[in-house]
């Protein structure tokens, strides 16, 4: 057999089975991500939003590629994929000190990808020498076409490495790493590298989109109103990813949400996740470290949500660290409530952030005291356990589910 070139019918077999790939139901990619992001080795990567969904659009452009150069020429070898996705993901992977994260990154979609497509080989042809080439075919196809692409990215980002890494954003988001990590930097030091002032109290931000090609501009206009609402002066701003600002405002109470919501409607696809508020360089630390556990908890949750600070989510942040657990928590508290209208889960919610007082918790949703008492009463009938007996449980059930997407 002529290693080069594969049989007509082997050749039929990998076309017919890249054809499979491209109409692949949107599930099947899901699937084929998921895969790849919970790695112990992605945990970095899957941990950060931003950085999870630009390392998606990567993996989907080359599977795609793959198979689509498959269906034009099965077997052949396919030219290095260097598109505006690849690219991108590898950029932000490089201003993030993850630079080799983003070769692991393609060897585990590779493995995944070829897990994949061997149940897709079973699938196509039971005949032992058939498939053993198909095998041998593909694998050589897929396995070459990833080196290609690494390479070829790689020779392309070195080029870029020292203007990724040098200058003002690097030299802060240097520092800040260096505090993250406790490092022993006075705050003086640190202060004079960073322009900014550590012996304040500050409250931190991260600021983000997930869109493909989002607008920068964007990010540092929200930026500069978390300050304008905090009445603060002109905050600290790191650029983490393209995508991505890590925000730290002079500010003694953190920003209103509700007023951050009105500006950030006009702010296409921005999202922003709040620290706690402290004094001095552990306060810029933790403010930090809070307000990153607050933007993982709404990409944990796949949230809608487009704002959260840190007090708010807290408590949600806690229970649903183990999705699982998190999820048979909520079912056996809720039962039935689970799914039941929003204006029931809400009224539910409010009277016992209420501390159980009818009056006020009307008050609050602009409720006529007669339907909340309805609503009330069909959530006992719902419930596993009277509200009563239950409430606090009950409370930080819905919590969770009033941040989780659907």
Request: with cysteine; glycine share 4%; proline share 5%.
């Amino acid at each position: 057999m002529d290693r080069q070139r594969p049989s007509e019918p082997v050749r039929e077999l990998v076309r017919r089975g890249a054809r499979m790939v491209l109409d692949a139901p949107q599930g099947w990619l899901d699937e084929l991500d998921e895969a790849i992001l919970s790695s112990p080795q992605m945990q970095t990567i899957a941990d950060d939003p931003v950085l999870a969904e630009s390392f998606r659009r990567a993996n989907r452009a080359n599977v795609l590629a793959w198979a689509a150069a498959n269906v034009r020429d099965p077997g052949a070898p396919v030219p290095a994929n260097v598109v505006p996705e690849l690219l991108a993901a590898s950029r932000d992977l490089v201003r993030r000190g993850l630079r080799e994260s983003a070769v692991r990154a393609y060897r585990i979609g590779q493995n995944a990808l070829w897990e994949h497509w061997m149940s897709i080989a079973f699938e196509l042809t039971s005949d032992p020498q058939e498939l053993r080439e198909l095998l041998e075919v593909s694998a050589r196809s897929l396995f070459s076409f990833i080196d290609t692409t690494n390479a070829a990215i790689a020779a392309q980002i070195q080029t870029e490495v020292e203007e990724l890494t040098r200058g003002t954003h690097a030299e802060r988001r240097e520092v800040v790493e260096l505090i993250m990590a406790g490092a022993p930097i006075s705050p003086q030091h640190a202060a004079s590298r960073l322009g900014y002032n550590l012996e304040q109290t500050h409250t931190a931000a991260v600021i983000w989109s997930e869109l493909a090609g989002s607008d920068s501009s964007q990010l540092d206009q929200a930026s500069e109103a978390l300050a304008r609402i905090a009445h603060a002066a002109r905050p600290l701003s790191v650029i983490a990813s393209a995508a991505t600002r890590w925000v730290w405002i002079p500010a003694r109470v953190a920003p209103d949400p509700p007023q951050l919501g009105k500006i950030i409607d006009e702010l296409r696809g921005v999202r922003i996740a709040v620290g706690s508020t402290g004094h001095g360089i552990e306060g810029f630390r933790r403010s930090h470290l809070d307000a990153l556990a607050t933007q993982r908890l709404l990409a944990r949750l796949h949230s809608p949500q487009r704002i959260a600070s840190f007090g708010i989510i807290q408590l949600a942040s806690l229970v649903t660290e183990n999705p699982e657990r998190a999820d048979q928590f909520i079912k056996d508290t809720l039962g039935e409530l689970e799914t039941a209208s929003p204006e029931v889960r809400t009224a539910v919610l409010a009277f016992v952030t209420e501390q159980c007082n009818l009056s006020r918790a009307s008050a609050k949703l602009y409720t006529h005291r007669n339907t909340l008492l309805r609503r009330l009463t069909r959530a006992d009938q719902l419930l596993p356990r009277p509200l009563e007996e239950n409430s606090v449980n009950v409370a930080v059930a819905l919590d969770v589910l009033r941040w989780r997407g659907g």
